[in-house]
């Protein structure tokens, strides 16, 4: 029988201890998540200014055909914002839980210090409280470092591609990927995601019991969890539904999020695919409709669900965290002293 752990409040002691233990690689964290923002911040500036002086070189817009001036090629800066930078902060909860999550006990655990104090009167579950409640801190402070200006990114994206006139159409060309995709790097979900990848390396390396091992295993594990986000955020909410009686896809609302089309038939089903191959015209029309197929549909995320998809997701990842948390001062209780 499991019974629950009595969780007493860890004294200041044990607090500064936890933050002297691991404190070269807290101040590294804070120091990277420091610069990464100061980063961000100039980043946005720059992608600002870029957009406004394009808009005003080219009010007609981006021209494809004239890939030799300005008016024929995105901005660099946008690129950045919108392509480059996406790289490091998908992998930044991968380098959480592998490098501030996996050694917070498994270091302690592979030298033996954990020995002494559980035995000066702490008890194990402060001990896990004391860590996790100061890398937790530590981890909070630097997502809202990081965060916050990548969150300023993408309302400056949302506004500018819904403002009228040249700098509209400037915001619409240069930031053609949906903002949609900064959904877990802004707001509470960046935060939420950041402490879940500390949970996942905290409790894979209690379990392991030793660094090297559990940095790799929990690198692996933050991956996997984050594809699995990924996949399961189209499911969260309803998405909008929008079809047409004739052979043109739906117009969707801007700012809203991409997710499916395909074609309608008579009966009111639905297929992804058409059955008719492209080819000549005509063959096509009649192909289509020998397979009743009367139209087209578009499956999409409107604007205003951004927020409620970010908080659910959010409560997700904060759930989660809990739950290993709570895994970590049962699973403590439970282990040798070796």
């Given amino acids: 029988m499991i019974t629950r752990p009595r969780i007493r409040r860890p004294s200041a002691g044990l607090v500064w201890l936890a933050w002297r233990q691991h404190r070269a690689a807290h101040w590294t964290a804070l120091a990277l998540a420091a610069l990464a ?10 992608m600002v200014t870029a957009v406004g002086e394009w808009a005003a070189a080219c009010p007609q817009g981006l021209d494809y055909s004239d890939s030799a001036t300005v008016c024929g090629r995105t901005p660099d800066a946008v690129k950045t914002v919108m392509e480059t930078a996406h790289t490091p902060l998908r992998y930044l909860p991968v380098a959480v839980g592998a490098l501030l999550g996996a050694p917070l006990f498994a270091q302690s655990l592979q030298d033996g210090t954990h020995r002494l104090a559980w035995t000066q009167s702490v008890g194990r579950g402060q001990w896990v409280t004391a860590k996790l409640c100061v890398t937790g801190a530590v981890t909070a402070l630097a997502a809202l470092l990081i965060t916050a200006p990548v969150t300023w990114w993408w309302y400056s994206i949302r506004h500018g591609r819904s403002a009228s006139g040249p700098l509209g159409t400037a915001w619409q060309d240069s930031t053609s990927q949906s903002d949609w995709s900064y959904l877990p790097y802004t707001g509470p979900a960046g935060m939420a995601h950041l402490l879940l990848a500390l949970a996942v390396g905290a409790a894979v390396g ?20 984050q594809t699995g986000l990924e996949s399961l955020r189209p499911h969260l909410l309803t998405s909008a539904l929008a079809r047409t009686s004739t052979r043109a896809f739906p117009e969707r609302p801007a700012n809203s999020w991409y ?7 008579v009966d009111g089903t639905l297929t992804a695919n058409s059955p008719c191959p492209m080819g000549v015209w005509e063959k096509l029309l009649r192909c289509e409709a020998a397979q009743h197929i009367n139209g087209r549909y578009s499956r999409y995320f409107v604007p205003h669900q951004f927020a409620t998809l970010q908080w ?27």
């Fill in 312 to 338: 659910l997701e959010s409560a997700i990842c904060l759930t989660a965290s809990a739950l290993l948390i709570a895994f970590c001062l049962v699973h403590v209780r439970r282990m040798r002293t070796r």
């Fill in 37 to 46: 923002g100061a980063l961000a911040l100039w980043l946005h500036h720059h």
């Fill in 206 to 225: 209690l379990l392991l019991r030793r660094v090297l091992p559990a940095v790799a295993v929990s690198a692996g594990v933050v991956l996997a969890l």
């Fill in 259 to 265: 997710l499916s089309d395909g074609y309608t038939h």
